[in-house]
């Protein structure tokens, strides 16, 4: 019971990352049906400015109470930003392209992402430093500690702002209304260029606090780190229903839990045979068995044929 | 008309001998290296013509394509090498290895084929990563794959006394392992550009094109659209499982770190960035992608060390640093690929406005 507890709460905390990643797909995926492949890549910078944000605080006279906070906003920053530049650069020429092209240089905007990382900030793992004192918390037998309660609420307030936004205010309005159809927001007089790049920058935001949530949970750093956590994302997202909002939040949490736990009872499970080490598996295994049963996800309603 | 043909069998001609000095060419010029890279290059070619079926010609995206081409090399890796303690001659193992690779795109296919667009996209390489990961984990606890450290001391392929692993006297001339590589290669690629060519005119090819166009009107024209989805699935998979074997008996060495997403990801790339559907255009984009990094490789460092007398990048890094961009510049460029079918730019020039209305959007938020 203590290791169901133990992996119930590990699940939680990888899944709410897992969410705020697959949100930024999601939204991208829903205005553009475009699958945004260097957003895994905007995590890790993400992570990297806050990084050096710190480090290079961390030796004044600042307290943690405004460090954290100022690197925060960084990496926000720096990551909407970049997500601004990125569509503009690389999609929106391609707008009316076939639609593999923009997939093309989605990939090849990921690997130079990665690559220009790996120049700058070298191929060793960086330690993020710990900022408070992380004090863990005993939970009927199980562990939680401090960073991850702290990813768990503030991934559930971010969430909750999102939604507010995207269904509260005339901006959101706006949005849903450029996904729904692109001609006739036109038509209503939205700006459809600016709603698109608030989508990519609202996107790259959150991608930059998961960024921090991963780093300080795991307390490395590491310019590859963006790769696997996109695609993970990415499967929580199409796990859930792409192009919904609530679905990815779904799916991000949904895919966490499965993977902990797959990772906790595989061996039982077969005897053995299996250990924790095909986790990554059993996550692709499980969304393959989903989709055969729920060809658009599980909260997905409909696709337009588009193959 | 007369001047026509023989011009075209001028042509012929001159592209055949051109084909077959070039490994003695290249050897010359520029070192043993460059006529291994000809071979991978060819090797490259077959799989992104293989993906170019299902991809290009019926217009489903597979992004776990490399899980047959694993498939294929681990078939020919475990029947021909001390591992299993088997030596199965090569013309065995690399039909096998096809009709093995032929038969996982059936299992992945047969379910997941219904599936719109993307959700294919990521179910393929779900498919990808979950075999990957199986070849990695399968020596525990009955040693299988090896793990991560991979097959080795692979048999190369050779008929009677005749072992392409080893240089050959031929007509006293002395004919290195690497161009008798090319050679069997050479064939196999002109096999597979002879099969998809006719494949492509025949009904099936039509029957593809139907469906990638609209799969709703192919299927009122009385196409079968799920089992012409699943043959075009079935015959990509198999030559990717063909160029596995080769790449086996070629390497003398497997292991899953040939076969990650990134291999998938590249062949993608090739079939896109050359020109989607388009036979020639598929061979230029495998050999483009092929020879262009390993010139920034070669090239980058003396280069900055002319302009400015020191090296700042790395050679590595600096390739695929260049390769990212050149995916960037060339699909902005050319967004169609740098040689489409006709077909596709006419399609391309037809949509403009087309293209606005079709978002892929559930109103589910």
């Not at chain 2, 069998?9 to 520029?30: E, I, R, S, Y």
């Not at chain 2, 020919?76 to 795109?105: E, M, V």
């Not at chain 2, 036979?279 to 302009?307: D, M």
């Amino acid at each position: 019971m203590e290791i169901f507890l133990q992996q119930l709460i590990n699940g939680l905390v990888q899944g709410s990352v897992y969410a705020l990643v697959a949100l930024g797909y999601t939204m991208v995926y829903g205005i553009l049906g475009l699958i945004n492949f260097a957003h895994g890549e905007v995590v890790m910078v993400g992570a990297m400015v806050a990084l050096m944000s710190i480090n290079a605080m961390l030796g004044s006279a600042f307290p943690p109470a405004i460090i954290l906070p100022v690197a925060l906003f960084a990496a926000i920053f720096a990551c909407m930003l970049l997500g601004y530049s990125i569509e503009r650069i690389a999609y929106r020429p391609l707008r009316h392209a076939p639609r593999l092209a923009p997939l093309i240089t989605a990939i090849g905007v990921s690997i130079v992402l990665q690559t220009l990382a790996m120049i700058i900030w070298g191929r060793e793992y960086h330690a993020f430093p710990q900022l408070f004192p992380n004090q863990s918390h005993n939970f009927g037998g199980a562990v939680i500690n401090d960073v991850q309660l702290a990813i768990i609420i503030i991934a559930l307030l971010v969430m909750s702002m999102l939604m507010l936004l995207v269904h509260r205010t005339r901006l959101g309005r706006a949005m849903r209304a450029v996904a729904e159809n692109q001609s006739a927001a036109i038509l209503m007089g939205i700006n459809i260029n600016q709603v698109i790049s608030i989508t990519f920058m609202l996107g790259s935001a959150l991608a930059a606090i998961a960024g921090i949530m991963v780093s300080a949970n795991y307390g490395v750093v590491h310019y590859y780190m963006g790769f696997m956590l996109g695609l993970k994302a990415f499967t929580a997202a199409v796990l859930g229903g792409i192009g919904n909002l609530r679905g990815a939040m779904l799916g991000g949490v949904l895919l966490g839990l499965i993977e902990s736990l797959g990772a906790g009872y595989i061996g039982t499970l077969t005897g053995g045979f299996m250990g924790s080490n095909y986790q990554d598996a059993f996550a692709f295994l499980v969304l393959i068995g989903v989709l055969i049963f729920r060809p658009s996800g599980l909260l997905g309603e409909r696709v337009a044929d588009r193959a | 008309m007369h001047k026509l043909l023989r011009n075209r069998k001028l042509h012929l001609g001159g592209t055949t001998l051109a084909l077959l000095v070039l490994p003695f060419v290249t050897d010359l010029l520029f070192g043993r290296g460059w006529v291994r890279i000809e071979d991978f290059a060819l090797l490259y070619i077959m799989l992104a013509l293989g993906l170019n079926i299902v991809v290009g010609f019926a217009g489903l995206l597979d992004l776990g394509y490399v899980a047959f081409f694993a498939v294929g090399a681990y078939t020919y890796a475990l029947l021909a090498s001390p591992q299993l303690g088997l030596h199965l001659p090569f013309w065995i193992i690399l039909p096998a290895g096809a009709l093995l690779a032929g038969f996982f795109g059936a299992l992945l296919g047969a379910p997941t084929l219904k599936l719109r667009g993307d959700y294919l996209a990521i179910v393929t390489l779900g498919f990808g990563e979950i075999i990957r990961i199986f070849l990695n984990n399968l020596n525990a606890p009955v040693n299988i794959t090896n793990g991560a450290q991979g097959i080795s001391q692979v048999d190369a392929m050779r008929i009677g006394d005749f072992s392409l692993g080893r240089n050959q006297e031929l007509f006293g001339f002395a004919i290195p392992s690497v161009h008798l590589h090319y050679y069997l290669f050479l064939l196999f690629t002109l096999l597979v550009i002879f099969v998809t060519a006719r494949l492509q005119d025949s009904r099936i090819g039509r029957a593809w094109v139907a469906i990638r166009e609209d799969e709703v009107a192919a299927e009122a024209m009385g196409i079968n659209t799920r089992n012409i989805k699943l043959l075009a699935f079935v015959m990509g998979a198999s030559f990717g499982g063909i160029s596995g074997g080769l790449f086996a008996g070629f390497q003398g060495f497997v292991s899953p770190e040939s076969f990650s997403l990134m291999e998938s990801i590249m062949i993608l790339c090739m079939v896109v960035l050359g020109g989607m559907g388009n036979i020639a255009g598929v061979v230029l984009g495998g050999i483009i992608l092929v020879v262009l990094p390993e010139v920034f490789r070669n090239g980058a460092g003396p280069l900055q060390q002319w302009l400015f007398g020191k090296v700042f990048i790395d050679p590595e890094s600096m390739r695929m640093l260049m390769f990212g961009v050149a995916l960037i510049v060339v699909m902005l460029w050319r967004p169609a690929g740098l040689w489409p079918s006709t077909r596709r730019q006419r399609e391309l020039e037809a949509t403009g406005d087309a293209a606005e209305q079709d978002t892929v959007y559930d109103s589910g938020r």
